[in-house]
């Protein structure tokens, strides 16, 4: 089993940052790409970043230039958000993916709000 858990969100004006952060614990070994995803009120849950064990990075285009994501070996995941926009608001979720089965793991998600 994999648990992640993060932290680092809250209330940010517009055009500022916030820097999140996601504890992984338990068979941390066996995690391959992670990633963070985003779902706002009312909407699907979309793709951030992810990252890949060879440090491999994709960005969803509307983050691209404002956020990046980094990660310490299967540790720590950290995504560092800057010129924070109010459509960034959301519940941000940490993810691992498990080498050879695929099980995707998910933390609790932090809160996100940008206010204009």
């Known amino acids: 089993q994999v648990q992640l858990v993060e932290s680092g969100g809250g209330l940010v004006q517009v055009g500022g940052s916030l820097r999140l952060s996601c504890a992984v614990s338990?068979?941390?070994?066996?995690?391959?790409?992670m990633g963070w995803y985003r779902q706002a009120p009312g909407e699907k849950r979309e793709l951030v970043a992810t990252?890949?064990?060879?440090?491999?990075t994709n960005y969803a285009d509307s983050v691209k230039g404002r956020f990046t994501i980094s990660r310490v070996n299967a540790n720590a995941l950290y995504l560092q958000m800057n010129s924070l926009k109010p459509e960034d608001t959301g519940v941000y979720y940490c993810?691992?993916?498990?080498?050879?089965?695929?099980?995707?793991?998910w933390g609790q998600g932090t809160q996100v709000t940008v206010s204009s």
């Open positions: 993810n691992g993916i498990q080498s050879g089965s695929g099980t995707s793991y």
């Open positions: 338990g068979r941390i070994f066996s995690i391959n790409r």
């Open positions: 990252i890949t064990s060879g440090s491999n």
